[in-house]
């Protein structure tokens, strides 16, 4: 097969992910054994048989799985191979990480407020008018209007609106409104909403759908590649994968500054260094 489809499997959706580190886990689990052929492997991790494994391996771009022979009859992956123009970096000693558990409870507010943004969502009306979102929130709410936080003459400009008398030192308003301003994107909240779904892999089409019901293929096109491009790719800005990408290195303070970023190491090789670590540090001569 000359050219495989674009399924490298840091690219696949969460759920779709997950399984196949699932199977890649029991395919090396089944290769440590030393006693199975590939076909009773291939079974063993859910495959139809050696070539439906070996297959799927190469469109996962994990041809450092296939057996020997078979790698030398792998396609090579542009996007896998380092810039020929790039310098090798060099290795340094690991650094500890602080535990990701502490953020639980940081990461549960935030999903808690995301959730209440989708409670409200029924209550949300939004126009687009002259390249502005205006948006409002409409539900029943009072609120209690002071005489010490507005000036002399704005207090009596809103008790005229109200109709309450301006020689009171307060009053109550009751509203069904909440305006929340115009701009060229939409409320924050559901800004959030947007990038949360997409940044969980999720598909993209059937958010685009509900929301954009006349949209052409081009204008789906723009979207995947807002959400998933590179700056090599057309020398525009980072796609919000790449700049969420950045943005959690930068929350670990971890910069990566200018030029290109290290090659990123594929699954199967990670899990193959961590094996040889862990045989190395139980006295396996190499």
Request: overall charge negative; aromatic content about 8%; charged content about 25%.
């Amino acid at each position: 097969m000359d050219s495989l489809p674009d399924q490298r499997i840091e690219a696949l959706p969460g759920a779709t992910r997950k399984a196949a580190y699932e199977k890649i886990g029991l395919i090396c689990l089944g290769r440590s054994k030393g006693v199975y052929s590939e076909h009773q492997i291939a079974k063993k991790a859910g495959f139809g048989g050696a070539e439906a494994m070996h297959h799927q391996l190469k469109t996962w771009g994990l041809t450092s799985l296939l057996p020997l022979e078979k790698q030398s009859e792998a396609p090579k992956s542009k996007a896998a191979d380092p810039d020929p123009g790039q310098k090798p970096r060099s290795s340094s000693q690991p650094e500890e990480v602080p535990d990701t558990s502490t953020a639980a409870e940081l990461f549960n507010e935030a999903l808690d407020g995301l959730a209440r943004a989708i409670e409200d969502l029924e209550d949300l009306s939004q126009v687009y008018q002259g390249k502005r979102f205006a948006a409002t929130y409409t539900f029943e709410s009072i609120f209690l209007v002071r005489r010490s936080d507005y000036s002399e003459e704005t207090w009596q400009y809103l008790s005229e609106q109200y109709g309450r008398d301006p020689n009171v030192e307060s009053f109550y308003v009751y509203s069904s409104e909440h305006p929340l301003g115009a701009g060229p994107y939409p409320p924050r909240d559901l800004v959030a909403l947007i990038a949360a779904y997409a940044l969980s892999g999720r598909p993209m089409e059937p958010l685009v759908e509900v929301l954009y019901p006349g949209y052409s293929q081009e204008d789906f096109d723009e979207v995947k590649e807002l959400l998933s491009e590179t700056k090599p790719q057309k020398d525009r800005r980072d796609g919000l994968l790449r700049t969420a990408q950045q943005f959690a290195a930068a929350v670990y303070g971890r910069k990566l500054g200018k030029g290109a970023p290290p090659r990123e190491v594929v699954v199967a090789d990670h899990w193959l260094a961590c094996h040889i670590t862990e045989r190395r540090e139980a006295g396996t001569p190499d």
